[in-house]
């Protein structure tokens, strides 16, 4: 099991309330990684950090913000949360070293299931 | 398009029988493949991961195929467990960026039944 903490795990929240998801790790990776995910479907990356003080958007346009104060901690927030925003979203991290390589094996939490209402 | 499709999108079988599991892929420049599980309500947890020059690589139960010509690769699960119901998810890393891109299939959804 790897040591990536997610919480909440469960969060049910009115339309228009500001949220902060959080992801801790203990392995001191330098990459982390927002992924959300809808069920049935593949995961889609949001955010990007190659390490403290970085911070990128992925792949798929996303209304919420990280920010990368501490190696350890990778917190998303939504500003003001909206029902298109209910997913499942997953955080991961992996060394750093070479692209696709051995090391950037991902090691995800349990992830937060979000319900907007 | 880089994609990674993988078939059938669920599946049922008997506890003690086996299943293969097939990924088919579009990524270039590969790097390698990797096969996730991801239990109900969880994050995925890695089973294997190769590279272009491996074509075989087993975990326990779960053996995991790559044919890098054909742009294939199977995960075969044998004499399968109640544990083993959850979603195998195939994903292919390129050597595009120093990101290490991955895409992610949309996953097969096993199920066992005792």
């Known amino acids: 099991e790897a040591d990536i903490y997610q919480t909440p795990r469960y969060l049910v929240i009115g339309t228009g309330k500001k949220i902060t998801l959080e992801c801790s790790q203990t392995m001191g990776h330098d990459k982390m990684y927002w992924y959300q995910q809808d069920p049935g479907m593949e995961l889609h990356l949001i955010h990007y950090s190659y390490g403290v003080n970085s911070t990128e958007k992925g792949d798929l346009s996303s209304e919420s913000t990280v920010s990368r104060i501490r190696t350890e901690h990778f917190p998303l927030t939504l500003e003001s949360a909206r029902p298109s925003h209910t997913s499942q979203y997953l955080c991961?991290?992996?060394?750093?070293?070479?692209?696709?390589?051995?090391?950037?094996?991902?090691?995800f939490g349990a992830g937060t299931r979000l319900s907007v209402l | 398009k880089n994609q990674v499709e993988q078939s059938p999108q669920s599946l049922i079988i008997l506890e003690g029988k086996n299943c293969t599991l097939q990924c088919n892929y579009t990524v270039s420049p590969f790097s390698n493949l990797r096969w996730y599980k991801q239990d109900t309500g969880r994050g995925p947890v890695s089973l294997t991961i190769m590279t272009f020059s491996e074509n075989t690589k087993s975990n326990g139960r779960y053996t995991a195929t790559l044919d890098a010509d054909t742009k294939q690769s199977s995960l075969h699960i044998t004499a399968s467990q109640l544990s083993d119901s959850a979603s195998y998810i195939c994903v292919v890393s390129d050597r595009g960026s120093t990101l290490g891109r991955l895409y992610f299939g949309r996953g097969t959804q096993l199920t066992v039944w005792p």
């Open positions: 991961a991290s992996s060394e750093g070293g070479l692209a696709g390589g051995l090391k950037n094996i991902q090691y």
